[in-house]
Each structure stands twice: as C-alpha cells, then as structure tokens.
C-alpha cells in the first residue's frame, strides 16, 4: 500500500472514531426525560387550572400528561435501533484497522502508550510495532504528530476507545492522570454499569503488574461476536476495553498491553487480563 493509502485509511478510521463518540453521546443523553419534565409541568398547571376553574376536561388532560411524563422518567430508553448503528460504526472500524496492519506486515504486539509531558499529558495513542522486540518511540517521537516511524518502524494512531475513555472520565467527574488503580477499582463500575449502562455487570480486579477485567452482557458483544476470531480485536479489544487499556495508560503511566483476552458467547462474559509493562 502507498503513503498515500495509508494516510487515506488513517483518514477513514478517525471518521469512524468520531462516529463512534457521537454514538455513544446519544446513548448518554436520554433526550426523552426533557420530553417527560415538559409533559410533568403541562400537566400540572392543567391540573392547577381545573382546581380553581372546575373544569374536568382540564382535568383529565392534566393528569393524563402527568401519568405519561412520570412513565417516561422511569421506562428505560429503547437503545435497539442505536446499538445497530452503533455496532455497525464499529465493525467498519475494525476492518480498516486490520487492513491497516495486515498491508503494513507488522506483527508487534498493540500497545496503549500515554505521553507524560505536561503539555501532552493526557494523550493516549495505540503503538504498534513492526516486530515485537522493536524498542519502543522516546517521549520526544511521541508527541511528534506523526503516525508512521521509520526507527523503529512502527505507527502510531488513536486506539478505538480514546473518546469512550473521555466519557467515562466526565462520568466520574475526574481526571485519570491523577488517580491510582485503587480508585478505578472502587469506581469504574458507577460509571459503566449505573452511569452510562454499557454492561450489566463489571468486575475489575488487579495483583502486581496484571489488571484482570470481567464483563457480561456489554452493548458491544454484537462487535464481539462479529470479530472474536481475528487477531484486532483479541489484541485490541472491542471498544470498551479498549477504553479502558486507555484509562489504564494514563493513571499507571505506563504501557499497557492485553495479555489475555477470552469471551463466553454462551453468557456473553467477557474476561480480558491487561499487563502493565
């Protein structure tokens, strides 16, 4: 492949990479509870008209309104629809990743790196070596705006979860390069099972220089299942493991790479053991 196709693939995955964020924003928002706070309101100054003018057709409206506003407070949104397109963003994604490699011939093993400098701090970049011994880029070449390196040939592009882990940072209301595993293990869940409801159950558990995640039922198993055979995503991670080999990154400060990575389609868990290099 030329530079110049290269560079158009590059293009094409942070097209996807925005896509994907824009995505996981709608699914945050839940546009209907405005909806419902209006319907609460209208109701009430109905019901508050019917009082003092007797009128019983303002009073059944009004109470109608409310019922339907106080029911669209508590149904949970359907997510379906957004999910498909959600998964199918996700899906071009990853082929274009593993063309990307597959043309480039490099086998390395897929690192998160974060850069340290203060007027980089919170940049989180996917490396990807040629060969697995290759050194790894200095700080000076990591902050350089450049994806592909000659010495040592490597490149270096933005990792599928970098928007998610921004999310899931806001959720908390925190910053990751100032806190320590103890507090993503205390906290991680809040945000990815109550918060922005990404899975229904995430255990996160880590012993010297492994940190071992378990998830079940993720938005993401669709992508999972659709690729859980190619060598990407096992050395990847589907976009929420992704996210987090990124938050891993910035709070250890170090290179984080997936050193395990299993999925039970049958219960739709999902056990992946990242490795604090």
């Known amino acids: 492949m030329t530079e110049e196709g290269l560079k158009e693939t590059i293009t094409t995955l942070e097209k996807h990479n925005k896509e994907l964020q824009e995505e996981l924003q709608k699914i945050k928002n839940k546009p209907q509870g405005d909806i419902a706070y209006m319907f609460i309101t209208i109701g009430l100054i109905l019901l508050a008209i019917s009082i003092v003018h007797t009128n019983n057709i303002s009073a059944f409206i009004g109470l109608a309104l409310t019922f339907w506003g106080a029911l669209l407070l508590y149904i949970k ?37 974060s850069t340290v400098t203060l007027g980089s701090f919170k940049k989180v970049y996917l490396y990807i070596p040629e060969h697995e011994e290759s050194t790894m880029l200095t700080e000076e070449q990591l902050i350089n705006n450049i994806i592909f390196y000659k010495e040592p040939p490597s490149i270096k592009i933005l990792p599928p979860g970098l928007e998610l882990a921004k999310l899931i940072e806001l959720e908390l209301k925190t910053h990751f390069s100032s806190i320590n595993i103890e507090y993503l293990n205390n906290n991680l869940h809040k945000a990815i099972v109550e918060g922005l409801e990404m899975a229904k159950i995430f255990q996160m558990e880590n012993d010297e220089n492994k940190v071992q995640i378990t998830i079940k039922d993720s938005i993401f198993n669709e992508t999972i299942l659709r690729n859980m055979n190619k060598k990407t995503l096992n050395k990847i991670g589907d976009p929420l493991i992704s996210a987090l080999g990124c938050i891993l990154a910035i709070t250890t400060k170090k290179p984080i790479k997936i050193y395990k990575n299993e999925y039970d389609h049958l219960n739709n868990i999902e056990k992946v053991v990242f490795e604090i290099l």
Do not use: A, C, F, H
């Open 77 to 113: 949104p359907n997510q379906y629809t957004r999910i498909e397109v959600l998964n199918s963003s996700i899906n071009s994604l990853y082929e274009n990743i593993q063309d990307l490699i597959s043309d480039l011939g490099y086998e390395g093993e897929p690192k998160y790196i």
